[in-house]
């Protein structure tokens, strides 16, 4: 109820249905704001877990355990500077029907390097390069290599020796896809 001079009269029904009609998205942002201060204020007062964002294992320890499950020799690269490896296994990956030793290693710029070895067929060398287009051939430490590119700029070396096949991948410089080479050619029997 109004009085004379078109004011609400405080406490009147008039007063109470605007004040809940104009009110209420203001409340409901005050509230909003409210629980995210608290939920921000909780977040930064809950203590952070140190977490190194590379994993990072010991893939000389895991081959010397698993070369006694393994039917042939693994081969074992020694990585460059700042290089570290993020995984080793022995295992069958995926759908394969053969047991593959798999590396891979992290560099310095964004590089990685990985190298799978398996007593396999053709077909399975083929089948890692994911369908790649080969490139070239080349000679590193003895062995030859079978480059596939992709348009990502990701390269397959493989190279084998009987039936001992090696699928080394990398997004690396040369001359570190090199060195990595240059020791499976050397450790491939």
């Known amino acids: 109820m109004a009085d004379e001079s078109g004011v609400m009269l405080p406490g009147s029904r008039e007063e109470m249905r605007f004040l809940r009609k104009n009110s209420n ?38 081959a010397e ?29 995926g759908d394969s029907e053969f047991t593959s030793w798999y590396m891979s290693f992290i560099g310095p710029d964004d590089q990685w390097v990985s190298i799978e070895q398996a007593e396999a067929s053709e077909n399975w060398a083929k089948r890692k390069t994911d369908e790649a287009v080969a490139a070239e051939k080349v000679t590193v430490g003895g062995a030859d290599f079978q480059i596939y590119r992709t348009e990502e700029a990701k390269e397959y070396w493989v190279t084998h020796k009987g039936d001992m096949y090696v699928v080394l991948t ?17 450790q491939l029997k």
Do not use: H, K
């Not at 355990?65 to 990956?93: H, K, M, Y």
């Not at 040369?174 to 990595?180: A, H, K, L, Q």
């Open 65 to 93: 355990q698993s070369q006694g499950n393994a039917e042939f020799d693994l081969i074992v690269p020694q990585i460059p500077r700042g290089w570290t490896s993020n995984e080793a296994t022995l295992d069958r990956v």
């Open 170 to 186: 990398a997004t690396a410089a040369p001359d570190t896809v090199n060195t990595f080479a240059d020791q499976v050619a050397a």
């Open 25 to 62: 998205w203001v409340n409901m942002i005050i509230a909003i704001l409210a629980c995210l201060a608290v939920a921000v204020g909780i977040l930064f007062l809950a203590p952070q877990p140190e977490v190194d964002s590379e994993r990072v294992v010991d893939y000389q320890g895991i």
